[in-house]
């Protein structure tokens, strides 16, 4: 890995698809006519249905983004990620989310250590502390049983746990429910914890490294809370019945006054935004239960697997990495939509957005020279239906291309009827009927023949040439939310790669936190720490200070 990276515009695959892009006119509805182009458009990863069908890409475009991944090497960067290579060269640090969720009889030695024990030995402590949660057997500090996980984290220590939390919700252990504080707004901590019984409720302090001031400041405000909840008994015994911590700072997790026999590691070469499948997925594996989790760690390894041994043409996250690629750079899409149709994936969207954007938004490739092409496209997005009555008039007829991913499962957790319908079809009418829409659009003459008024028609018309993929599982099972999971973020990678882009480093989020430091004194009445500011800061800060004495 010490070569620097490919710059893929170098590459003659990147000449051939900017001649491609050049004049390219989409036809969606003459693709869509070919049942040949459909079929070989359909992909299987795991129990995910891929259709590929309704992108705006031909077979010669295709052939050329899989040349532009060969081109820029991406199976053998691929290959060193899983061999735990040191990819994360900003910070001199392997990726191996993916061994986290190897089974137990693999082995992977990362420095001539075989990382899978520690794995596994973790793995083993976390379900045992979640079956002794979940049956009563770890009580609190009164002898009650735990109610109530709150999980106090930020970023990746709070996104993916709670996504999923949210995701799995029937299969929720009865009289129990998880709740997440992140924010250092002090409303967080006040609302999640309204109407809780400190007895009852246990806290878990997710962080990496143990020192994110919005974790620790929230795990004082829950440590007070609780204390002051349970007056009469002993503090540290109060703390250690009530207080679990998850982090790779053991030794900070003691300094903060938890028992490090209640703290469950993890390693450097796991990244925030890549560890709900580690320890960081404690409150998850109280709330579901450890079978559940090992099987949501099942899904995610069986993408692992399809996404290192299948050949690119069928390779699902290579091509939906390219894919975007190919819109980003050459068709000038800024931003792509991940659309659930499943209300159960409501946070998908907001996990997605730390996941794809602090991994790719990078001006710079991982030898520190700026990068060629543009990167990071904006990833956003809300359940259907909800944001069809919202903003899809944008993607359907806007002047934006917005490529989107619609996402969908045939069998509800709560299959509901209305009448004689069954509610989760009328649901999925929708899914279906959207992605036809914007591939199909409504020509003038279509809009004519309903009868329209003339002056009505160009409002009315729909240019069609709107690029879906739709992805179609069974059932929103723990396994098939692995395989979402890592489906997304091998995409991630694959986009990473051809950029020459450090997807695993994370510096643009310091400066703020820098500056937020040095702007403390100022907003709490240091004159001279305000004195420093700039002019707009200042005046601010100022206006701040005199609302607030208000
Ligand atoms: O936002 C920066 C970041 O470092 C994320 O990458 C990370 O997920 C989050 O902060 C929380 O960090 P920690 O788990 O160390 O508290």
Redesign the pocket.
């Known amino acids: 890995m010490s070569d620097g990276p490919v710059d893929p515009t170098g590459t003659a695959a990147w000449s051939r698809l900017t001649a491609l892009a050049e004049g390219f006119e989409p036809d969606l509805r003459a693709a869509l006519a070919d049942e040949e182009w459909v079929r070989r458009s359909t992909l299987t990863a795991g129990d995910l249905h891929v259709d590929l069908s309704k992108n705006l890409v031909t077979p010669e475009i295709w052939t050329a983004l899989r040349e532009l991944a060969d081109q820029v090497g991406l199976s053998a960067r691929r290959d060193a990620m899983f061999a735990g290579e040191r990819i994360n060269v900003t910070e001199d640090r392997a990726v191996l989310h993916t061994a986290l969720r190897l089974p137990a009889d693999a082995s992977l030695e990362v420095d001539g250590h075989d990382v899978v024990p520690d794995v596994h030995e973790v793995l083993g402590r976390v379900y045992d502390f979640a079956d002794r949660v979940r049956s009563g057997a770890w009580t609190g500090v009164t002898g009650e049983r735990i109610r109530t996980v709150v999980n106090i984290?930020?970023?990746?220590?709070?996104?993916g746990p709670v996504m999923a939390y949210e995701a799995l919700a029937p299969y929720v252990q009865d009289g129990l429910e998880c709740r997440f504080i992140s924010n250092i707004d002090p409303t967080d901590a006040a609302t999640t914890l309204a109407g809780l019984d400190p007895a009852t409720t246990l806290f878990i302090v997710?962080?990496?490294?143990?020192?994110?001031l919005?974790?620790l400041t929230n795990a004082r405000l829950c440590r007070a809370w609780l204390l002051d909840g349970l007056t009469g008994h002993d503090e540290g015994e109060a703390v250690a019945r009530h207080f679990v911590a998850v982090?790779t700072a053991l030794d900070k997790v003691a300094d903060f006054g938890i028992d490090p026999d209640n703290a469950f590691g993890f390693w450097d070469w796991v990244?925030?935004?890549y560890?709900m499948d580690s320890a960081?997925g404690t409150s998850l594996v109280v709330a579901v239960g450890p079978e559940r989790f090992a099987e949501l760690l099942a899904g995610m390894h069986a993408m692992d697997e399809h996404f290192r041994t299948t050949p690119p043409e069928h390779n699902v996250p290579v091509l939906m990495g390219l894919l975007n690629v190919w819109y980003t750079n050459f068709l000038d899409a800024q931003t792509h939509a991940v659309l659930p149709y499943a209300q159960l994936l409501h946070r998908f969207p907001a996990y997605l957005q730390?996941l794809t954007m602090?991994s790719n938004g990078k001006g710079v490739r991982w030898d520190g020279t700026p990068v060629t092409t543009g990167t990071g496209e904006v990833f956003w997005g809300e359940p259907g239906t909800n944001g069809q009555h919202a903003f899809y008039q944008l993607i359907h007829q806007g002047t934006r291309l917005v490529p989107a991913d619609f996402i969908a499962v045939a069998r509800p957790a709560y299959p509901l009827v209305d009448g004689d319908a069954d509610v989760h079809e009328l649901f999925l009418a929708n899914f279906f009927a959207q992605t036809r829409a914007l591939a199909l659009g409504k020509t003038a003459d279509e809009v004519r023949a309903e009868g329209t008024a003339e002056a009505l028609v160009p409002a009315r018309v729909f240019t069609g040439n709107r690029p879906t993929t739709s992805i179609l599982a069974p059932e929103l099972s723990p396994s098939v939310l692995g395989q979402l999971v890592a489906l997304y973020e091998h995409i991630t990678f694959v986009q990473g790669v051809v950029w020459g882009i450090d997807s695993f480093d994370?510096w643009g989020?310091e400066l703020g936190k820098q500056l937020a430091q040095q702007v403390t004194p100022a907003v709490g009445g240091d004159d001279d720490a305000l004195a420093a500011q700039d002019a707009s800061t200042r005046s601010l800060i100022d206006q701040y200070r005199r609302l607030r004495s208000r």
């Open positions: 984290g930020i970023g990746g220590s709070d996104l997710s962080s990496k490294t143990f020192g994110t919005e974790t982090s990244g925030g935004r560890s960081i730390q602090e994370q989020v």
